[in-house]
Every structure is written in structure tokens, then in C-alpha cells.
């Protein structure tokens, strides 16, 4: 299994030393507040607090679990399987989800609530997207075919998935189910991807021509791009708060932009003894904040 956990590490942009030993990561909550744009935060809570890896957190469609790929030491699987567990986020407690032959990461909620969709890393090592009941009772389902190597995904409709697809460069792709074809929206892209609320449009971060990375509006029917924000020195996550406005982390500080109003970010919110944050996820009534950090117990 250990082969398998280090393509899609190495892959990602994490390193050959990654790929050896995963990175020690804890998954956070912290309640969330706001209104008027003036968004509050409470302390942050370890809901993992474990050696190993606990990363790519999602919530449930009713914001009471999180979904998160989990590795390591008391895992459901051993030490270098990667397997998908549902959290508890007020209590922590932890429900594995799939134990397989296989490895799975990046647990999304898909559109009607039943299923979570996973890249699984198959036996021949080929990432592909599957789909997992919430629920179980029935076997995984594999969603796309051709559609490889997979490293991310964002839906926009129960038929439609926005993906990020590994390769040099690494590419934005638009795939649809009922005919298993996909097509490159636009290339050079990092693996932040997420669909813009309120509209049918993904939103991805791309190397541009400074050597910058900026957040980049995407349509997926006619590929048309429109830059929205240079994305926070430092930094390689956001997410879109309900207002329209953008949240990213760096260290232990987060940071907000709201595109079309602000050049630059502002600082809205620093956790004591948290460090190294990175992938967010928000729940969808908005009230909880989950994040990646540095392995801790503040």
C-alpha cells in the first residue's frame, strides 16, 4: 500500500520525502459567526488529535459530519492506507467509511445527498473518481473511465464535475457522467477548485505569467476565464464565504478579500497554538469552520 500512498503524494506536490512518511496533519473546528461582512470565529478545537494524517475535510449535506481522508496509527486500515472516516464535529467521534483493498482521498458530498464521491487509487495504482453511499448498504460505483489520473473535484449538478487532473501541466477539466468524456477548461492550475456559489462557474487557482498565483473564475461552457483575486502570498487554499467574499489561512491567521472591493487581504482572525493551516472547509449553514493544521492540542 505503500507504493500507492506515494504516487498521489508525490503527484500532488508534496514530495518524494512526503511520500515516504505522511505528513502529520490534524483536522480543526471552530464555530463561525457574521453578519454585516464582520465574521467571528471561536476557538479552535482538534477534532483528530492523533499521530498520522488527518486531512481534505468536507462536511456532510447536513453539516453534521466531516468527511476526511485519515492514515496513520489507528486508522481503519494500518499505517499507510488511506481510508475516508466521518467525524463527529462536536464530539470527534469517528466512523470509518471505507475499508478497502484500495486507497481513497478527497471526500466530496455529491449533489442529492446520497453519496460521497473519493479518488480512489486502484490496485494498478490508476486515480480515477468513485462514488461511495453515505450511508452504505451498496457497493462503490466508478464514475469516470477514461477520466485519469484525478487528484481533485468540485460539482456543479448531479451530472456535471469540475476535475483536477494530474499531468505536467496539471489541468481544470469539466467531465460529464452520462457520456464519460471531459474537457480542458484550462491548464496550470493548482489544486484549490471549488464551485463559485450562486453560479455555474468553478473557481481554481492558476500559475499566471508573473509567477503568481491568482483565483481564476472559470466557465464551464465556454471556458472563458476572468481572474478574480491574487491568492495570499504563502498560501495555496481558499474557500468562498456565503457573502461572496474569500477566506484563506496562512500559519495560524485568517485572512479575507472580497473580490471587486479589496486589493489585498486583511487578517480577520489568528487561533493560538495552531500552526501551519491549510485546506478549509465551510458547512453549508455556515456557522462552522473546519481547517488543516500542523499535528497539535491547542
Known amino acids: 500500500m505503500r507504493c500507492r500512498f506515494a504516487l498521489l503524494l508525490t503527484a500532488s506536490g508534496l514530495g518524494p520525502a ?3 512518511t505522511p505528513p502529520g496533519t490534524d483536522v480543526f473546528v471552530a464555530t463561525v459567526t457574521g ?12 477534532l483528530t488529535a492523533r499521530q498520522g494524517y488527518d486531512n481534505q475535510p468536507a462536511f456532510t449535506p447536513d453539516g453534521r459530519g466531516l468527511l476526511i481522508t485519515s492514515v496513520g496509527p489507528g486508522g481503519p486500515n494500518g499505517t499507510t492506507q488511506a481510508d475516508i472516516v466521518r467525524v463527529d464535529p462536536t464530539t470527534g467521534a469517528r466512523t470509518p467509511l471505507t475499508e478497502t483493498p484500495e486507497s481513497e482521498y478527497s471526500a466530496t458530498p455529491m449533489p442529492g445527498g446520497r453519496e460521497f464521491a473519493v479518488i480512489r487509487v486502484e490496485t494498478d495504482s490508476t486515480q480515477r473518481l468513485w462514488a461511495f453511499p453515505l450511508t452504505g448498504g451498496a457497493p462503490p460505483r466508478r464514475l469516470l473511465e477514461r477520466v485519469k489520473p484525478v487528484g481533485y473535484q468540485a460539482w456543479l449538478d448531479a ?5 483536477f487532473v494530474l499531468g505536467s501541466p496539471a489541468t481544470l477539466q469539466v467531465a460529464d457522467l452520462a457520456s464519460g468524456q471531459a474537457r480542458i477548461l484550462l491548464s496550470g492550475v493548482g489544486r484549490a477548485i471549488h464551485k463559485v456559489p450562486g453560479r455555474r462557474a468553478l473557481s481554481i487557482t492558476q500559475l499566471v505569467a508573473d509567477k503568481t498565483w491568482w483565483i481564476i473564475e472559470v466557465d464551464p461552457a465556454s471556458a472563458a476565464t476572468k481572474p478574480v ?5 504563502g498560501a495555496e487554499y481558499y474557500l468562498w464565504l456565503p457573502d461572496g467574499s474569500l477566506l484563506s489561512a ?5 485572512y479575507r478579500l472580497t473580490p471587486g472591493r479589496d486589493s ?8 493560538p497554538g495552531v500552526t501551519g493551516i491549510s485546506r478549509l472547509a ?7 469552520l473546519a481547517f488543516v493544521a500542523d499535528d497539535g492540542k491547542p
Open 229 to 233: 483575486a491574487r491568492l495570499l502570498d
Open 282 to 288: 465551510l458547512s453549508p449553514r455556515g456557522d462552522r
Open 35 to 46: 453578519s454585516g461582512g464582520a465574521w467571528r470565529f471561536g476557538p479552535a478545537r482538534n
Open 18 to 20: 512526503a511520500a515516504q
Open 250 to 254: 496562512k500559519d495560524n491567521v485568517l
Open 159 to 163: 451530472g456535471s464535475v469540475g476535475l
Open 264 to 271: 489585498t487581504w486583511s487578517a480577520i482572525h489568528t487561533f
